[in-house]
């Protein structure tokens, strides 16, 4: 479980492939309680490269009743980028409507994020990718985010 920890390090340092791999050895061996934290990091690893497909898998294997605050961000980012990317366009307005107003909620009591680097990098990234997906509306949102996050 402490490889969680050191694939965070390697993230937050912008060494994302290096956290990749230690989450990566992790998952090839006995899995332990942590096993769907690293499959989490993996999944948002995925879906921020456009491997929608590998996210999507990953996030089935992720136990979302038995994460917190911090994973539960990575969590929302993660099945709002594999959902607009599942969805139809004339779907995505309200599929991204739905996260804005998810995030958004989410972001107003979670008050770890200026200490998560990491996430705060996943963060960015994310909105930055569903951005290009959204409506005018939807992009000035995402850019504002972004902008806040400084």
């Known amino acids: 479980w402490m490889l969680v920890n050191t694939s965070e ?3 937050a340092a912008g060494q994302h492939r290096d956290g990749a791999d230690v989450n990566q050895h992790a998952l090839a061996h006995s899995p332990d309680h942590s096993a769907h934290l690293h499959e989490l990091w993996l999944s948002a690893d995925a879906a921020l490269t456009g491997n929608f497909a ?3 898998d990953r996030l089935t294997r992720v136990d979302r009743s038995n994460i917190d605050d911090d994973y539960f961000l990575l969590f929302l980012l993660v099945r709002g980028m594999v959902d ?3 969805a139809a366009p004339h779907e995505r307005g309200g599929i991204l ?4 107003k998810q995030l958004s909620e989410f972001l107003k009591t979670y008050k770890n ?3 998560e680097p990491a996430r705060k990098q996943v963060l960015k990234q994310a909105l930055k990718q569903l ?3 959204g409506g ?3 992009k000035l949102w995402a850019w504002w985010q972004q902008r806040s996050l400084k």
């Open 54 to 56: 590998d996210a999507a």
């Open 136 to 138: 005018l509306g939807f």
């Open 97 to 100: 409507a739905s996260f804005k």
């Open 131 to 133: 951005a290009d997906q």
């Open 113 to 115: 994020l200026p200490t």
């Open 9 to 11: 390090i390697f993230r």
């Open 84 to 86: 607009v990317s599942a």
